[in-house]
């Protein structure tokens, strides 16, 4: 209930509340593993459960959180769950919550340094330490030309950079006249599709993004690339961009950064680097060999709500040339002017994204990386990196199955010899069977299983179940077949 | 500390930190009004107390809250202050905060429906809802042809509005081939900063963004626009978008609705309604003349997180043709198809923004409506704008000062008499003093002071105390000058 006068939630109630939510998740994450992972709910049934209309007076924070467990529990698919092997992981963690609750309850908004200097000022130190922890090219510090950001997305990332590489290409006149059709940018078959998004919002069009083909591990392939670019030169068109992949969402797959990059460097193109989940890996030095190449980079990104326990939305987003990007979203208008502003001094991350507001994200990623240190997020990074490896070797070593692509970190692309659809009816029973949730792709034409180790408490025993759930279906795909071949007419 | 072993916070841990940080929280809100309103540290103030480099080992969550109150703590500027008069308000609430934190626990990722079907129907609920809460037009139902969708701001909004017009006109061609610089769109020169950033960002370009002159209350001439519109067609372009404002950022001036709701049919245009602050007050049905027109509207927005006691980020968009604004954005990679999706009986929200990834944002704003019912919420905003108009009668009954708009609403723009410079040491030594914090715009060319009424725990002698220590920054100036000319030589 609330302060009858006011309507407000006391801050005993608050208290009180708070306690209480925090006991249920905690109960929640504790109890995780007996719901199955995949939501079974069929379409309509929630809103089904929902009365029609708001109520008019107030209703208790108990009779709430009866509906969460009662409505929202069953329809929610179970990203926390250590049984979640599906897309990629969107991890959280304790101290995520907690970072993450902090910032809901001071309510600030960072869209200016002077709206909370603090926002800004931990945000630009917090990308400043994962420079290093990462080991990035220095460039991409604050302290040097460039400097980090925290984006939602990496969609939203890309679609910044692939603007900062248009403008740059036109010498900032799109902006002001609009595209003219002869901005050309590219990626590879196997990039993620929110660059072909990207480019339909850059008022680029998906005609001018060129998808180039890949090698037989699905990585682009830098010759054809060049002879690409060099084509588009010859029409009179404007290659302004590429982005390569460290990781790609299909299968892990890793572009060739040195020649790619030594490309874009030849021919003036912006160079983005997505890292989406990978990106993480590169905290252990026997990880980082795939971002090699990265000093050819204008800008990179990795997100930390996939694969380092820091709650969505937090992707970390860097320029190698600050100026570039903040030159293409920059805005002033009087009423958001400031004498900081003014001054120069400080950073006002509304002209490094798409949105003017913003959430003081940087809150749960520091209270992350103190809470683990480097050396906690880097035990967590070897051992997913450890149990698919071994989930890859029991694959390979089972005449049944064989592994689709290389399984350079936490990703495991396998199929069934026995064709598409029995892949398929593999993956339908285990993700109708709540025990475990993968998903797939297409590798070559072939429906492809994929199952990505990154969920913040999966353990040996929980890989250890996936692959012999996936054994036993694979056993009744092989009895249902010996049935229907003896019970075949002659 | 965290587990030896794994390095994770233990379930117990969550518990007593979590306890610890509601408490923070609840202490926070309790001694808000301690603080200066507007962060006094100094650029670099803030990293300068921070470490160089990550910690190697784990830290101690009693040491993370310490670092919050010694260091963070004095570079927040405080949006949740009841002295906070700046911008528009960014308001939060008990309710607001819990929801968001049952979001961040539950962690999950709603991309697609099947992601977490709760997250996708709870979401098109709450929004059928405010349908009705707001009275707004039948055909915003998700039930009809068009629905609703969380944004994080208006500033996406307006972006996803703009492209689905883009491809409206196009015939959905500027996705495939690029913009060719013919699409126009119009605004107001009071419209928000986002329309032009949305127009970078299109491919659009600002040269094809008219700003249409305003009335003496600062709305968009209708006249004027469809003028304008005429030139444009006759010179062979293509005019496709109208942004409308209910309720402006700089004066809170209310653009007419069905002057150009009717221009917008005539021509073809999508007219997009801008009322991020304003429309809040549609909840109350005194106040909803402002969005009389808003039948003639393709999509329209509002930010529960502004005024409607809803943690940012929430930003409410509905559009009357979701197919326009799915094809706009739609893009479904192998990775991503499942039975749902494919059998079309879904909301996939991938497809109604920017973005892949998604929070699940509609709990916050599930917890407010049924904490707060629609009658507390219209109690706050019917005291909001009493206290505003409150304020309005004294500054016009004050001889120093004028009154510079209309006040529609809950923001007063006012200004002292003696000019710019006047104005301009009211604000400074106002903002530098703590008390209150308020920002400025300028209107006519004048520097003008605005004052926002919409913090959630504002009341009636916050805004006396304001009016009270604006009159002595005033009387000081009189005082001053007063001084100036008696010691002025003859």
Request: neutral net charge; charged residues 20%; hydrophobic residues 40%.
């Amino acid at each position: 209930m609330s302060d009858p006068k006011s309507f407000h939630m006391t801050a005993e109630e608050f208290r009180r509340n708070g306690y209480a939510l925090i006991d249920w998740i905690a109960d929640y994450h504790a109890r995780v593993e007996s719901f199955p992972v995949l939501s079974q709910v069929k379409p309509g049934e929630v809103r089904a459960s929902l009365p029609a209309h708001p109520p008019a007076q107030p209703e208790s924070f108990e009779s709430l959180l009866k509906d969460v467990e009662r409505v929202i529990l069953p329809g929610v698919t179970h990203w926390q769950s250590p049984n979640f092997f599906a897309y990629f992981p969107c991890n959280a963690s304790g101290p995520g919550i907690l970072g993450d609750l902090l910032s809901s309850g001071l309510g600030v908004q960072g869209m200016l340094w002077s709206t909370s200097p603090a926002c800004t000022e931990l945000e630009t130190h917090v990308l400043d330490w994962l420079v290093g922890m990462l080991a990035l090219p220095a460039k991409f510090l604050s302290t040097s030309t460039g400097g980090g950001v925290i984006q939602d997305t990496a969609s939203s990332a890309a679609l910044c950079a692939l603007l900062a590489a248009r403008e740059r290409a036109t010498n900032y006149a799109s902006n002001k006249k609009g595209c003219d059709g002869r901005v050309i940018a590219y990626c590879s078959t196997q990039t993620h599709s929110s660059l072909q998004k990207a480019a339909m919002i850059a008022g680029i069009g998906t005609d001018n993004l060129r998808l180039i083909e890949v090698d037989e591990k699905f990585a682009m392939r830098p010759e054809a690339l060049a002879r690409q670019i060099e084509a588009d030169k010859n029409a009179g068109l404007l290659p302004a961009f590429v982005c390569a992949t460290v990781g790609t969402t299909s299968s892990n797959a890793m572009d060739p950064l040195p020649a790619i990059g030594k490309i874009c460097r030849e021919h003036g193109l912006w160079m983005h680097v997505d890292a989406a989940m990978s990106g993480t890996a590169a905290l252990c030095p026997e990880f980082r060999h795939f971002q090699n190449g990265l000093e050819f980079g204008d800008s990179y990104n990795f997100n930390p709500h996939k694969w380092m326990f820091t709650n969505f939305d937090c992707n970390c987003f860097w320029v190698a040339d600050r100026k570039a990007l903040i030159q293409t979203l920059s805005i002033l208008p009087e009423y958001l002017r400031n004498q900081a502003t003014e001054s120069g001094a400080v950073i006002d991350y509304r002209d490094w994204h798409i949105q003017l507001g913003r959430r003081f994200r940087s809150l749960k990623l520091w209270f992350v990386i103190r809470h683990y240190g480097v050396e906690g997020l880097q035990y967590h990074i070897r051992e997913h990196v450890r149990l698919a490896q071994e989930f890859a070797r029991w694959v390979g070593k089972d005449q049944r199955f064989e592994l689709a692509a290389p399984v350079p970190l936490n990703l495991v692309c396998f199929r069934h010899r026995a064709g598409d659809e029995a892949n398929q009816t593999i993956m339908d029973r285990l993700n109708c069977s709540g025990d475990l949730f993968l998903t797939h792709t297409k590798l070559n034409g072939k429906l492809t299983l994929r199952l990505c180790i990154g969920q913040t408490h999966t353990e040996q025993r929980h890989v250890e179940n996936a692959w012999k759930r996936i054994c036993e279906e694979a056993a009744k795909l092989t009895s249902a077949k010996a049935q229907r071949d003896t019970t075949a007419p002659a």
